[in-house]
């Protein structure tokens, strides 16, 4: 218990201990302290005598004198009130912000203008340190008698509640002679503390504070509780929140001394961890030094290997330079060949003297033109063996411990959720490398929802369910199936290498589509099935299906007006003439909710998507009016209330969207003057039929944001379709499901984290 009565500044039992903001508690002397250190001003103090005996009512027990006037007292009041002195103006100066460091937090802690003057005390540990040291008896946090002249200073006995001071038996007797006034003073067990046990606003000096405002986390007197900062708060009694947090203290203190086997576990655990942590890091320094004694062994190595090399051609060097030295010195007056040359010149046979003087004569050639084209035979300098150790010298000063891999970084734009999940990230460029990577998800809902996917998922109760995880994936993305419709998951990574696992990534939230990725119907037969939504160009739905291009897959379509228009526009003088393209999905809807997406280039002129009657869409697109002017479509977007008036559904919903614009229909409720509005083409276009209510729902498909609602008659089969109003083009979104991987699919684990239920 001693180390919880512990000021973590001095590190000694707390002498009137203070909150601060983080709810820590320090001395008032060493708060002080901290706060001149880092340069501040000397704080203002709770007028406490520093000794007892050097007060003016302690310092003869026959001479009772008036205590000094508190001469700064109107001061202080000036500056709390006015936060300047009277006839100054406010801006001349600038108001003070003190910043504590608390120890315990290792932050730094706001404590406001007034400093240590708006920390209450902590009058409950005060307490707790007076029966603490009544209850253990140590010497060195005995009271002792302030009066007992040392060496014989005797341990306190009592103190006086009217003189602030402790005393022994003899010194209290002294002090407070019988008959006398002093005699009737109050005493109390001996303290170090003599101020009122009473916590009084900070502000309202006198006022008790009685309210408790759980908004601000904040002790309140009277008057605080009628500020305007206040209102609206949650404003309790002072007895209501006591009780509250008591009850709440006792049943934490009840479960953990109910689950005493559990805290002994976890404090063997912990040992265990310290001693193993000693093991490791004597078997982590051995290897250090195993791997710097092989560098030594290497740097040894290739050190005898060089120097060798040097050696060698030292010594071919040194023999090419002697052998020329050796030459040289042949051609000296009284060396061998000059003297051998005279000797030669001295024979008189002739036959004899040309056949021993052909030889000295080529000697002699080569002599002279060595003296004429002088060169060393070998260089003396050593400049290609000398060494540039730079890189080896920045590579051994950034040698360093093995690293985990950083936080990956998660790709937003390839990220997305369709019929099934699917993540892409990397990895940061000064991160280390992953061996593999960990993807932790979680649904953040209130209930369970309708299950996307066919399976459902642990802990679907209100909050948020259990983490779950895919373990060792490799690679730079996953697919997560087996997901909820209309969700909202929460999605972290982390790599894993050598060193352990690194830092998450920033989680990311994704929307689940709000139906399953388009629930085909066979033409066929009624068996359903999951299958890419692709369409094909019939010539029964498209009046110019030359103009139309497919890609592969049928999944993208490109419509370009061509040379007819060009042709039409040539033959006509007034009006506008524009043609339209019909496209539909190669099935039909006749039951449930189902969901589609695609995505619209933004330099396409006009693009209409949506669905109709299988019935109607032939007969509508092929009305004159409309190939004259799409404008007076009242499904285009652009109609003044013509599509509201009718009765029944329209065959038909479309939304219109173009030039990177997307048009939004008015609503039945808004007025009938205004225009309609426009919004940013968003990168992919989601749409959700819902086939038993009639209704057709597009969303922005990356964040899952409603666009617009409408209706559609729903009484015979539905068929998705698309149509393009001069050049445009249009992709399908294709199934997750349908990628190519290659990776081995991952581990999936559930992580079950330990819940602490207090009710028990």
């Known amino acids: 218990m001693e180390r919880e009565l512990r000021c973590p500044v001095c590190e000694e039992m707390v002498k009137q201990p203070i909150v601060l903001p983080c709810l820590h508690s320090v001395c008032v002397l060493c708060a002080a302290e901290v706060l001149v250190q880092r340069g501040y001003p000397p704080p203002e103090l709770p007028p406490e005598p520093n000794t007892p005996t050097s007060s003016p009512n302690t310092r003869s027990p026959r001479q009772a004198r008036r205590p000094p006037p508190k001469t700064d007292r109107l001061d202080r009041v000036l500056r709390t009130v006015c936060g300047t002195y009277p006839g100054r103006r406010r801006k001349d100066t600038p108001v003070l912000i003190m910043m504590f460091p608390c120890p315990t937090c290792r932050c730094d802690v706001e404590l406001g203008e007034r400093g240590l003057m708006d920390c209450l005390r902590n009058l409950t540990l005060e307490r707790i340190v007076e029966r603490y040291r009544h209850t253990v008896s140590l010497g060195s946090m005995a009271v002792m008698c302030q009066f007992c002249k040392p060496p014989q200073t005797l341990e306190a006995t009592k103190g006086c509640a009217d003189c602030r001071a402790n005393f022994c038996n003899e010194c209290f007797k002294l002090y407070h002679p019988w008959g006398t006034p002093r005699a009737q003073h109050e005493h109390i067990l001996p303290t170090h503390s003599f101020r009122p046990k009473v916590l009084v606003c900070v502000e309202h000096e006198q006022e008790r504070?009685?309210?408790?405002?759980?908004?601000?986390?904040?002790?309140?007197?009277?008057?605080?509780?009628?500020?305007?900062?206040?209102?609206?708060?949650?404003?309790?009694?002072?007895?209501?929140?006591?009780?509250?947090?008591?009850?709440?203290?006792?049943?934490?203190?009840?479960?953990?001394?109910?689950?005493?086997?559990?805290?002994?576990?976890?404090i063997t655990q912990v040992e265990s961890a310290i001693a193993q942590t000693e093991v490791n890091s004597a078997v982590a320094k051995e290897q250090l030094n195993q791997c710097?004694?092989?560098?030594?062994g290497v740097l040894a190595e290739r050190q005898g290997a060089l120097a060798k090399t040097i050696e060698g051609a030292r010594a071919q060097r040194a023999e090419a330079l002697n052998s020329q030295l050796s030459e040289k010195q042949s051609l000296l007056e009284n060396a061998g060949l000059l003297t051998y040359t005279q000797e030669l010149l001295k024979e008189t046979d002739q036959p004899c003297f040309v056949q021993a003087a052909r030889i000295t004569h080529n000697r002699l050639v080569k002599a002279i033109d060595s003296l004429q084209h002088f060169s060393l035979t070998a260089?003396?300098?050593?400049?290609?063996?000398?060494?540039?150790?730079?890189?080896?010298?920045?590579?051994?000063?950034?040698?360093?411990?093995?690293?985990?891999?950083?936080?990956?970084?998660?790709?937003?734009?390839?990220?997305?959720?369709?019929?099934?999940l699917y993540l892409s990230w990397r990895l940061p460029q000064d991160s280390a490398p992953a061996w593999h990577y960990s993807v932790e998800y979680q649904r953040k809902v209130g209930g369970a929802g309708p299950l996307w996917g066919g399976v459902k998922s642990e802990g679907t109760g209100g909050g948020s369910s259990p983490w779950q995880r895919l373990e060792e994936v490799g690679g730079t993305s996953a697919v997560i199936d087996r997901l909820e419709m209309d969700s909202v998951?929460?999605?972290?990574?982390?790599?894993?290498?050598?060193?352990?696992?690194?830092?998450?990534?920033?989680?990311?939230?994704?929307?689940?589509p709000p139906a399953p990725a388009f629930l085909l119907h066979s033409l066929a037969g009624c068996a359903f099935h999951f299958s890419f939504l692709s369409f094909c160009l019939d010539s029964r739905w498209g009046l110019h299906a030359e103009r139309i291009a497919l890609g592969k897959?049928?999944?993208?379509?490109?419509?370009?007006?061509?040379?007819?228009?060009?042709?039409?526009?040539?033959?006509?003088?007034?009006?506008?003439?524009?043609?339209?393209?019909?496209?539909?999905?190669?099935?039909?809807?006749?039951?449930?909710?189902?969901?589609?997406?695609?995505?619209?280039?933004?330099?396409?002129?006009?693009?209409k998507v949506g669905v109709g009657l299988e019935a109607k869409l032939q007969e509508w697109f092929h009305l004159p009016q409309d190939m004259a002017s799409p404008r007076y479509d009242p499904d285009s977007g652009h109609d003044s209330g013509a599509e509201d008036a009718q009765d029944c559904p329209p065959p038909f919903c479309f939304l219109t969207m173009g030039m990177g614009k997307i048009l939004l229909p008015k609503s039945a409720s808004s007025n009938a003057s205004s225009a309609p509005l426009t919004a940013p083409l968003p990168p992919r276009l989601g749409v959700c039929l819902d086939f038993e209510k009639g209704r057709v729902t597009f969303y922005d498909a990356h964040s899952l944001r409603v666009l617009w609602e409408g209706t559609v008659d729903c009484s015979a089969p539905i068929c998705p379709a698309f149509c393009f109003i001069g050049g445009g083009a249009l992709q399908l979104q294709e199934l997750i499901a349908n990628r190519s991987t290659e990776q081995t699919p991952p581990r999936r684990v559930t992580i079950q984290s330990r819940a602490t239920n207090l009710s028990n």
């Not at 710097?292 to 030594?296: A, C, F, I, M, Y």
């Not at 999605?491 to 696992?501: E, I």
């Open 209 to 266: 504070l009685q309210f408790y405002c759980r908004s601000c986390q904040r002790l309140l007197c009277a008057l605080c509780k009628l500020r305007r900062v206040h209102s609206g708060h949650k404003v309790m009694p002072i007895a209501q929140a006591y009780q509250a947090l008591k009850d709440k203290i006792t049943k934490e203190m009840n479960y953990v001394l109910a689950n005493q086997e559990m805290v002994q576990a976890q």
């Open 379 to 420: 260089d003396p300098s050593f400049r290609h063996y000398h060494m540039d150790v730079s890189r080896e010298l920045k590579l051994l000063c950034s040698m360093d411990f093995i690293q985990a891999p950083l936080a990956p970084v998660i790709d937003t734009q390839k990220t997305l959720a369709y019929d099934q």
């Open 553 to 607: 897959g049928q999944t993208y379509a490109r419509s370009v007006p061509g040379l007819t228009l060009l042709q039409a526009a040539d033959r006509a003088l007034t009006s506008c003439h524009l043609t339209s393209d019909l496209l539909v999905a190669d099935v039909s809807v006749t039951q449930g909710r189902h969901y589609w997406a695609c995505s619209v280039e933004p330099g396409s002129y006009l693009v």
């Open 489 to 512: 998951y929460v999605l972290r990574v982390r790599g894993y290498n050598k060193a352990g696992y690194g830092e998450y990534s920033e989680e990311v939230y994704l929307h689940t």
């Open 292 to 296: 710097v004694s092989e560098l030594r």
